[in-house]
């Protein structure tokens, strides 16, 4: 049996300290240090606690690895009923007097408690806190940071007071913190300390808090001062591109961010900054605007989230980064309030597909976007409909009437649907009795044709091709679904513009229940609008073996996945998606999902091919941290392999130094074809045999059905509504060697081997690998070498003045491998991935058992490459720490062409000067 073990080494965290003024000195040259107070809560000046200061109680840590996840090893803790009001008082000193930050260690959300600094007003805590960090003693125990507030503190001697609120139930303290700056916990840390752990073969990753000075790795000057300052984003069809105001072509990297749960505005203005350097200039909101609560108005909003939509537009702006808003996802909607009086739907949740049907839903839709975007934002003085830097609206996240989910329709909807069907249906055939008439007479049980009410058949009908009456029904109900769901696109396209909204509306982003024959249909949706979006995941195969659904989400130990690599399965690559022509073209969401540990391909692959293929943008999903995480994460952006891997691959998106394909596909389709479900041309079909599909390619003189590997190549583009003689295809021969198993990007800057699993990038200002490396022992590219002894990493080399890599004054080399928490474990096992599904094949496959999740901090596997930079000029590389600033230099060695180093251990940046 095979076993993989991170946790190597001891760990040792000193004693936290009495209640005093703290400093500490940081590892980078531009950091700076942070000013705080660190109260423990059994260290009090005054109590009636009781227990005294033993940190005894009954969630007392049990043991010495419990109590070193506690700030001086214990805290103040009890539960049950209480006679009286438990306080805490603390006197302090203080030695500059201003504003602090207040941060707070608690028992998770339990203990509701109010507290007061010097004379300030009472400021009361309840149990449903945003919690910034958690560690965890041992089951259903946690020590969790929550945000209370900003203060003031005098010059001098201060007293905090904090009382409990609540007359009974669990209740423990942990510390307390005034900081001057943004304070990022992590567990027992103070600011600037680290815990210092790291496997064999790895380093800690533990960014200090970035105090945001000089920095090559600094991308916030491709960013404008402030988003939107010359008007608002646009699509150019001319063009064929998205610009800013000015007319200036703009590609977005993007992040659906969590930021706007902050409590903290400093938080959040410091989260956006951080997003500005790393390349960002989109963010995503990604909420529910509805109103909450069982008696809430339909016609009202929810007032908390929107005034978060404004904080964080007013935070993203200021570092020149635009807003996407995504205000309804109809998963989250559940259950549906009572007093919304929608029928089939009171009480009961996730109404999929009501949004398209019901009327009374759709005027609450409206009056929520009313409310969001007509009021002036207290944080900026611009109504949101206004204000340039809200780029992107998304009317709906992920609903369809073509996805499985409308199988879920309540029978009062089912009727309502039927009804619009057949109202449609009278105006394409001038009555009801002609339409049975084209359908050869034959009726379905639930029709109610008197009434004016024809059965509207599920998602899994229509994945059927059939040759009875049906045919024709279906086709008559695939269009009436399709111009159903545009109607309604529509509307709300002209309700926003009618409120003044002059940015990008997006009408949807979803699958459908058979992407082969409808997908077209749903893109076809999308394209009145002026943005057509795919949400397109990678992720290895993951399965819980007690609970079916918590591996769509979630990483527990006891887990089992297959590690896999998109570079072997090129045709499930993100970026792969037929474009709509006339309209933006992007990825909503998308991320190499946990545990799978090979994520460090992902930004180099996104960046590439989106650039090859001429995507406007790629949304990644989702970051909800302050800076980077400490922990592993199912969907999680903010970790060293992916973020880290932001810099280089964010620049060379974003200043166009890979060259945009030509057309390798261009479809024409006819809307008759798209009704009646004619197989296209090419299409997204994640589970491909690229043997069958050539061999089908090669007996179509067409090319129908051509592989996936054509999204590899260039860009592939669909014209609906347009005449189908008019479909032009590439020989890809050319261009792909199934023997081989090679694809080359059709500027010959990109080539893929999904035999070894490596991509190699040859651009004149980027060029790099990613993949498993040390399957060559050299890879040569125009003016970079590597030599690597990694199995897996990813190398980037970018010029920063926009000169050739052979003639630049200014580089940075970014290399990323691969991340794990401390103390990571598997072992090698064998699992069924279909273990949840009685009626599947079993399906056996030698993958991975997760035995410990670890502890923080993350480890980062050792970089073991020596790199020759073909260019004269140079003459210094500098080591970078992971925030970018200067740590010491690394010597260099003439060769032939230019200078060659071996990178230093923990090496993610250089910086390279002539």
């Given at each position: ?257 969590d930021g706007w749960n902050f409590k903290s505005f400093e938080d959040l203005k410091y989260h956006t900054r951080r997003l500005a350097k790393s390349g960002v200039n989109m963010v995503r909101f990604h909420g529910d605007l509805y109103p909450k609560g069982e008696n809430s108005d339909l016609m009202g909003v929810d007032e908390t989230q929107r005034e978060q939509l404004w904080r964080l537009v007013a935070a993203a702006k200021q570092d020149g980064i635009y807003v996407t808003m995504s205000p309804y996802f109809v998963l989250r909607l559940n259950p549906v ?578």
């Amino acid at each position: 049996m095979k076993t993989y073990i991170w946790l190597i080494g001891l760990l040792s965290l000193a004693a936290a300290c009495a209640p005093v003024l703290e400093t500490s000195v940081q590892s980078s040259r531009a950091t700076e240090k942070p000013v705080y107070l660190w109260l423990e809560a059994e260290n009090y000046s005054r109590s009636n606690w009781r227990g005294e200061r033993s940190g005894a109680g009954p969630f007392a840590p049990a043991d010495a690895q419990q109590a070193s996840k506690l700030s001086g090893g214990k805290w103040l803790n009890l539960e049950g009923a209480r006679s009286e009001t438990y306080f805490l008082e603390f006197d302090f000193d203080a030695e500059q007097a201003g504003d602090y930050e207040f941060y707070v260690r608690r028992f998770w959300n339990h203990g509701p408690f109010r507290y007061r600094v010097n004379e300030a007003a009472w400021v009361n805590i309840g149990t449903d806190e945003e919690l910034i960090d958690e560690d965890g003693l041992r089951k259903h125990v946690v020590a969790s940071w929550i945000y209370p507030g900003k203060v003031q503190l005098k010059q001098g001697q201060n007293m905090l007071r904090v009382e409990l609120t609540a007359k009974e139930g669990a209740a423990a303290f942990d510390c307390f913190v005034f900081s001057k700056s943004v304070f990022i916990p992590r567990g027992v840390l103070k600011p600037g300390e680290k815990f210092g752990l790291a496997d064999t073969g790895t380093w800690a990753f533990e960014p200090d808090r970035d105090p945001f000075g000089e920095s090559p790795i600094d991308l916030r000057f491709l960013n404008e001062k402030v988003a939107g300052e010359s008007g608002p984003v646009r699509y150019d069809k001319a063009k064929g591109e998205l610009v800013l105001g000015n007319g200036r072509p703009a590609r977005f990297w993007s992040v659906t961010s969590d930021g706007w749960n902050f409590k903290s505005f400093e938080d959040l203005k410091y989260h956006t900054r951080r997003l500005a350097k790393s390349g960002v200039n989109m963010v995503r909101f990604h909420g529910d605007l509805y109103p909450k609560g069982e008696n809430s108005d339909l016609m009202g909003v929810d007032e908390t989230q929107r005034e978060q939509l404004w904080r964080l537009v007013a935070a993203a702006k200021q570092d020149g980064i635009y807003v996407t808003m995504s205000p309804y996802f109809v998963l989250r909607l559940n259950p549906v309030p009572k007093s919304w009086n929608i029928p089939g739907y009171a009480g009961w949740g996730q109404p999929f597909g009501v949004l398209f049907i019901d009327r009374r839903l759709q005027t609450g839709y409206k009056a929520w976007l009313k409310q969001t975007l007509e009021p002036k934002n207290p944080y900026t003085g611009i109504p949101l409909a206004r204000d340039p830097a809200l780029a992107v609206i998304q009317i709906q996240n992920e609903d369809s009437l073509f996805f499985w989910t409308i199988a879920g329709l309540r029978p009062e909807q089912k009727r309502a649907y039927g009804k619009l069907f057949g109202d449609w249906l009278k105006k394409k055939y001038g009555d009801l009795e002609k339409a049975k008439q084209a359908w050869g007479n034959a009726t379905e049980s639930e029709d109610r044709w008197s009434e004016g009410i024809v059965a509207v058949y599920g998602a899994w009908e229509l994945t059927h091709h059939v040759n009875d009456h049906r045919n024709a029904r279906f086709t008559d109900q695939i269009q009436f679904c399709a111009e159903l769901m545009r109607s309604f696109n529509n509307e709300i396209i002209q309700h926003l513009r009618s409120m003044g909204f002059k940015g990008i509306i997006n009408a949807g982003n979803w699958k459908t229940a058979d992407n082969v024959t409808l997908m077209d249909v749903e893109r076809y949706v999308y394209s009145g609008s002026d943005m057509a979006t795919n949400h397109n995941y990678f992720n290895a195969t993951h399965v819980n073996p007690t609970d079916a659904g918590m591996a769509s989400y979630t990483i527990v130990e006891g887990d089992y996945f297959m590690p896999n690599s998109t570079l072997f399965q090129p045709w499930r690559m993100p970026t792969n998606m037929k474009q709509v022509a006339g309209v933006a073209n992007v990825i909503g969401e998308s991320v190499w999902c946990g545990p799978n540990p090979y994520q460090s391909e992902g930004p180099f692959l996104v960046s590439a091919f989106a650039s090859l293929t001429g995507l406007d943008s790629f949304y990644w999903f989702a970051h909800g941290a302050r800076d980077y995480d400490s922990s592993m994460g199912m969907f999680q952006v903010a970790n060293p392999s992916i973020m880290g891997g932001f810099p280089a691959a964010a620049l060379m998106f974003r200043k166009g130094y890979i060259r945009r394909g030509e057309t390798v596909v261009s479809e024409h389709r006819s809307l008759q074809d798209l009704w009646t479900k004619k197989i296209p041309v090419i299409y997204e079909e994640a589970t491909f045999d690229p043997n069958r599909d050539l061999s089908r390619t090669e007996r179509d003189a067409l090319g129908k059905e051509l592989m996936p590997l054509a999204f590899l190549v260039g860009r592939c583009e669909v014209t609906y509504g347009s005449d189908p003689s008019k479909t032009k295809v590439t020989d890809l021969a050319r261009f792909v060697d199934l023997s081989k198993k090679t694809v080359r990007a059709n500027t010959d800057e990109i080539e893929l081997n999904y035999g070894e699993g490596i991509c190699v990038l040859n651009a004149p200002k980027a060029q790099g690998a990613t993949g498993f490396l040390s399957k060559r022992s050299t890879i040569s590219l125009s003016d970079l070498v590597i030599t690597p002894r990694n199995e897996y990493a990813t190398v980037l080399l970018v010029s920063m003045d926009e000169q050739p890599i052979k003639a630049s004054k200014k580089l940075l080399l970014q290399i990323t491998t691969q991340h794990r928490p401390y103390g990571y474990k598997t072992e090698s096992a064998e699992f069924n991935a279909n273990m949840h599904n009685k009626d599947a094949k079993p399906l056996s496959l030698n993958g991975e058992k997760i035995l410990s999740l670890g502890r923080r901090p993350f480890n980062v596997v050792n970089t073991q490459m020596t790199i020759e930079i073909k260019n004269k000029g140079l003459k210094k590389a500098t080591l970078l720490d992971v925030n970018g600033y200067p740590v010491r230099d690394v010597p260099m060695k003439s060769t032939v062409s230019g200078f060659e180093f071996t990178l230093p251990s923990e090496a993610m940046y250089l910086l390279l000067e002539g």
